[in-house]
């Protein structure tokens, strides 16, 4: 059993030793399988919430009414699920009744897919009612139970099918795959929120571009913010190199093929429900690599840019015209590592500083001489010291 896994058996043992059942289950004992990087470890048990908290000393309620609470163990955080089943209401509605029982097997029935419905005792042993280890021998993503009725009852199964595609290579089987065909449309029901979880693991995949294609395939786009009659451009991303940009360089890929105009692009990636730090960012690097088309960079556009920004700008723009080398990326590195001062906040003064030197009090005119000095640094023609800057000033009269 890998570490993790060690490190979490005591968990287990208490909830034990308190009469209850507990297990490993979902992502991490799939990945387990499959020899993968394990997320984080999730462990189904008997006890109630309620219950879990009596066992624990440090425990966090991260979400109480799916029957979750989190524990902290050691340094380690353990997402404790109690088992349970999930009463639907008719038409898709929201919200749905859970209920908590003491029974494994009709745990491991609610879960998604075959794979992700194994439990795995603190032993190694594994419980696999639904033949999962099967279904990951054999590389196929298949629900538990009918597809057709576990689509119908939350239609964000379809798109976590296609992020699965992504993550594992694996492909969907033929019964899976004819009811998401036909039941994609029911993801019309589904909060954007839910969507974009699973557009960002799926952006991050492995086998990102097949899954995109699936997208296309089975008319997944229709239903997904901005996507829809996008075909032609989502097909764009398909001519790329994908496979090393990070989700913050694929989203702006995505943008960059949609051919959004710069104020259409916050209203498509609020649309997503993305936060406004991602959207702030996704709109510099963007911007950034439209003047990068037009010439390079200076060394004031580096500075403006930030690292973080023109290193993502530069791999997406290598991306686009095709070019395996790197070397642009290190010369501008280079040329970024040798600036003066990296921020504002590194330049020795303040507006503190020039009011008392002037001896006047705050005003915009701060915030102007300021920016001089900072161009003046920038450019190498004044030394980022206090005593330079302020003869500098002196001696130009710049007041
Ligand atoms: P990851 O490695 O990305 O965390 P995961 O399989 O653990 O993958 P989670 O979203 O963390 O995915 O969900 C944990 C488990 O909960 C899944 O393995 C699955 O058993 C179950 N599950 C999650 N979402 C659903 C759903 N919409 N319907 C049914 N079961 C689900
Ligand atoms: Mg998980």
């Keep these: 059993m890998k570490e993790q896994f060690l490190a979490a058996v005591p968990v287990i043992e208490k909830l034990e030793a308190a009469g209850f059942e507990a297990y490993f289950v979902g992502g991490a004992v799939r990945d387990l399988l499959l020899n993968k990087e394990i997320n984080d470890v999730d462990i189904a048990t008997s006890a109630t919430p309620e219950e879990v908290k009596q066992i624990f000393s440090k425990t966090v309620d991260v979400g109480i009414e799916h029957g979750t609470v989190l524990v902290l163990y050691q340094n380690q955080s353990y997402e404790i699920t109690t088992f349970r089943t999930e009463a639907e209401y008719e038409d898709f509605r929201r919200p749905k009744a859970v209920s908590f029982i003491r029974n494994l097997k009709e745990d491991l029935q609610r879960r998604d897919f075959t794979m992700n419905a194994i439990a795995m005792d603190k032993d190694g042993n594994l419980i696999d009612p639904f033949k999962g280890e099967l279904s990951i021998k054999n590389q196929v993503i298949q629900t538990v139970g009918k597809a057709a009725d576990r689509f119908q009852e939350d239609a964000l199964r379809m798109m976590r099918a296609v992020r699965f595609v992504s993550q594992l290579s694996f492909r969907i089987e033929d ?44 008319n997944m786009n229709s239903y997904l913010p901005g996507l829809s009659n996008q075909e032609a451009r989502l097909k764009l991303m398909l001519e ?84 395996e080398t790197k070397d642009t990326i290190y010369q501008y590195i ?37 920016l001089k000095i900072e161009q003046a640094i920038l450019a190498g023609s004044l030394i980022n010291q206090k005593k330079m800057i302020k003869e500098w000033l002196l001696k130009c009269n710049h007041n």
């Excluded at 979880?197 to 089975?218: C, H, M, P, S, Y």
Aim: aromatic fraction near 10%; charged fraction near 30%.
């Design 175 to 218: 019964e899976t795959l004819n009811a998401l065909i036909n039941l994609v449309h029911l993801l019309d029901n589904i909060a954007v929120e839910r969507k974009h979880t699973e557009f960002d693991k799926l952006l991050l995949g492995d086998n990102r571009k097949q899954a995109i294609q699936l997208i296309l395939k089975t």
């Design 240 to 323: 790329y190199k994908l496979d090393r940009l990070t989700t913050r360089e694929m989203w702006a890929l995505l943008v960059f093929c949609l051919e959004l105009k710069s104020k259409d692009i916050e209203g498509f990636l609020r649309d997503w429900r993305s936060p406004i730090k991602e959207i702030r960012e996704i709109q510099l690097i963007l911007h950034y690599l439209d003047k990068r088309f037009e010439e390079s960079w200076s060394s004031y556009d580096l500075y403006m840019a930030t690292k973080d920004i023109f290193l993502s700008a530069e791999v997406l723009y290598l991306v686009i015209k095709g070019i």
């Design 334 to 370: 280079q040329v970024y590592e040798g600036l003066p001062i990296k921020n504002r906040s590194e330049m020795d003064v303040t507006g503190n500083d020039l009011m008392e030197w002037f001896n006047k009090s705050g005003g915009p005119w701060i915030k102007e001489l300021l």
